[in-house]
């Protein structure tokens, strides 16, 4: 693969607050195996320095368009600012922590070349010292777009796709980019957008290493080190808008799969108060922040329940 694809490529790289790694990162991706891609760096008003630090480095390598946004726009925002600034039709969203194998942007524009409907491309990843490939394991390098948002994107709560993709920007307009109201997990919002209208492409080689790498300062819910509602209801707010999109629930065929995402919704909340009352997390069961207009009417009942029972003397002088 040869420069005139890399003029294709903007390889968007996101940060906020990783003044520690950035240069490591961006290392990664300025050694490529190919060339003429540019490399855009949008900084979140970092407040550790970082923003001085992709200065320091720009210097060093006009390869490197250094962006700040007007304000902290959270990560979906940032991704916007970014791919705004991006004149190519093929966009890599990078994360700001993680290292990049040499042939990244050659793998992944090799399957946006090779299939023109594929809207996105990914890959398995490593982490530090893993024994195995996180990521799901697919039989071709291009699949079916609602086949993959049914049969994995749907299958669990998790995502399997990685925050990081190569995307090819007609798609990113025409579905609008990433919607910022689902914050910090906006990006799976946006997969399964792309993948209910379009081909998915994936390259079966951990590509990336994710490090994980968050400073004692970096906002606790990127973080994750203890579970809150925030980021579960998110996700029950992706998935909801996503099937309400997708299926025709004026068919029975629509209607189940409908009753049947509000019951592992329901199953999901009430595991999770279970690990509440586990772990003595009064404040989980408390909330209401658990509760969705998708509830089953047994998952309010029993949210009812443990709430009036944590507010009772009796309980208090037991606890």
Not at 124 to 147: F, K, M
Not at 168 to 197: P, T
Not at 203 to 232: C, G, M, N, Q, S
Request: aromatic residues 12%.
């Amino acid at each position: 693969m040869n420069g005139s694809v890399g003029e294709k490529i903007s390889a968007c790289i996101l940060t906020y607050n990783h003044a520690n790694v950035i240069q490591s990162t961006l290392a990664s991706i300025l050694d490529q195996s190919i060339t003429a891609y540019e490399v855009i760096v949008s900084d979140d008003c970092s407040t550790d320095g970082t923003w001085e630090r992709i200065l320091e480095l720009a210097k060093g390598n006009e390869r490197i368009k250094p962006l700040r946004t007007p304000y902290n726009l959270g990560m979906p925002g940032n991704a916007n600012f970014a791919v705004a600034y991006s004149h190519r039709p093929y966009i890599a969203l990078l994360h700001h922590d993680d290292i990049y194998r040499r042939d990244l942007l050659e793998k992944w524009a090799n399957v946006l070349e090779r299939y023109p409907k594929v809207s996105f491309v990914f890959n398995p990843y490593d982490t530090p010292n893993a024994e195995r490939q996180h990521g799901p394991r697919l039989a071709s390098e291009c699949v079916d777009g609602p086949w993959f948002f049914e049969k994995h994107l749907l299958a669990r709560w998790g995502c399997p796709v990685r925050g990081t993709a190569m995307i090819r920007k007609s798609w990113w307009e025409k579905v609008g980019g990433m919607r910022e109201q689902f914050d910090l997990i906006a990006d799976v919002d946006l997969w399964m957008r792309l993948s209910r209208e379009a081909e998915v492409g994936y390259v079966p080689e951990p590509l990336i290493r994710v490090r994980h790498l968050r400073p004692d300062y970096y906002p606790e819910i990127y973080k994750a080190t203890r579970f809150e509602w925030r980021r579960t209801i998110l996700a029950y707010e992706i998935y909801a808008a996503n099937l309400l999109a997708y299926l025709d629930l004026r068919t029975l065929k629509g209607r189940l799969q409908w009753w049947n995402f509000r019951f592992k919704l329901s199953r999901e909340t009430t595991k999770w108060l279970g690990y509440a009352v586990k772990k003595r997390r009064m404040d989980l069961i408390a909330s209401d922040e658990s509760a969705t207009p998708y509830d089953l009417w047994p998952l309010k009942v029993l949210r009812r329940m443990l709430q009036l029972t944590i507010r009772s003397p009796w309980f208090r002088m037991s606890w």
